[in-house]
């Protein structure tokens, strides 16, 4: 079992397997992205082979995400790889939406229930000004798709003042007849340096107050590594969270650690990279040097993500973090 330096259980590595995107969400990444060459990701094999020791020291969940995952060429087949892997008991992906309908049925039969996607507005003119592109149909066929096939379907929306804030009760209201939980994020600062971060103007409790005034929302319990505050509304088929990510309420039962397009290994979303596990496996390491290395920058974590900033200069697109 993992362990990190203040006790903490780690059994879930969020992946990001390509820094590319299809989008260029303002909050996200800027429009003239510099992006990485194939060689300098992380192959699927060298992905499998950091994956089995962490699997083997009970790593059982991986979240696939990006960049836009469904970039990445064949990424069924790594789908299918990791679905077969001993010890990894579940997969979930965070996905754009954009390219991912089709995939649906495949995802499926690996067992792929779970799907995180993206969407931070209602209305199609807005999606185009957030985004940069003009896909909300696409996004809307997917997350229809995805309900239809009985997909578990969380949609997360990031809260930005002056934006979208206005769509709060909107994106509530979705979850009166579709059975999907709305997570409204904290916007936080890995923007690639493109757009000005605009602060916490709406942090988790504004966010709740806001829905409270509207709905009487009914706390639900959360689960123990939960990064989500829950609720249900009374006769709605879905249900709602509010996502503390630049308040970093949740930091004391973090489970997670991520592994970036380049083999980057984080300990903390807010902190650097620790380590790289690309560099190490085309050094030649064996599976045991790996742990050893990856045990060690554990037994270094620091105690929450406020702690694991200081120092940090700037702030990365989260395509390049694994989001
Ligand atoms: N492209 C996929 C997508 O958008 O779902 C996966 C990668 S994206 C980086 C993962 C998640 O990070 C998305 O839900 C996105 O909204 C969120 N995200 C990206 N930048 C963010 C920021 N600055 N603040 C809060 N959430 C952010
Ligand atoms: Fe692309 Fe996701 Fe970043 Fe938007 S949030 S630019 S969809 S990686």
Redesign the pocket.
């Known amino acids: 079992m993992l362990r990190d330096s203040h006790n903490r259980i780690i059994n879930y590595v969020r992946l990001a397997v390509t820094d590319r995107?299809n989008?260029?969400?303002t909050y996200?990444?800027p429009e003239n992205m510099q992006f990485l060459q194939r060689k300098e990701l992380l192959t699927y094999e060298e992905i499998l082979a950091i994956m089995r020791p962490l699997a083997a020291a009970g790593v059982n969940k991986i979240r696939i995400t990006?960049?836009?995952p469904f970039l990445r060429r064949d990424l069924m087949h790594l789908l299918t790889q990791l679905s077969q892997s001993e010890g990894i008991h579940e997969i979930a992906i965070t996905t754009?939406g954009v390219l991912t309908a089709p995939f649906i049925p495949q995802l499926k039969a690996l067992g792929i229930n779970n799907i995180n996607l993206?969407l931070d507005t209602l209305q199609r003119d807005k999606f185009k000004q957030i985004?940069h592109r003009d896909q909300f149909n696409a996004v809307m066929h997917t997350l229809d798709n995805l309900l239809e096939q009985d997909m578990h379907v969380k949609l997360n929306m990031v809260v930005m003042g002056g934006v979208n804030t206005d769509e709060l009760l909107d994106f509530a209201a979705l979850t009166a007849h579709k059975r999907v939980t709305v997570r409204f994020i904290e916007e936080m600062p890995f923007n690639g340096q493109g757009h000005a971060f605009s602060g916490q103007q709406w942090n988790y409790r504004k966010i709740l107050d806001t829905l409270n005034q509207h709905y009487e929302l009914q706390k639900l319990e959360d689960a123990p590594h939960s990064t989500s505050l829950n609720y249900h509304i009374p006769g709605h088929q879905g249900r709602v969270g509010v996502i503390a990510a630049y308040s970093r309420t949740f930091c004391g039962t973090c489970n997670r650690i991520r592994i970036t397009p380049t083999g980057g290994f984080k300990t903390c979303l807010y902190g650097h990279d620790v380590l790289n596990v690309r560099d190490l496996l085309r050094n030649g390491a064996s599976s045991d040097l790996l742990m050893h290395e990856i045990q060690a920058a554990l037994n270094k974590r620091a105690a929450n993500g406020v702690e694991a900033e200081k120092g940090s200069k700037q702030w990365d697109?989260?395509?390049m973090i694994g989001?």
């Open positions: 995107c989008l260029r969400c996200c990444m990006g960049g836009e754009n993206s985004t697109s989260m395509s989001g």
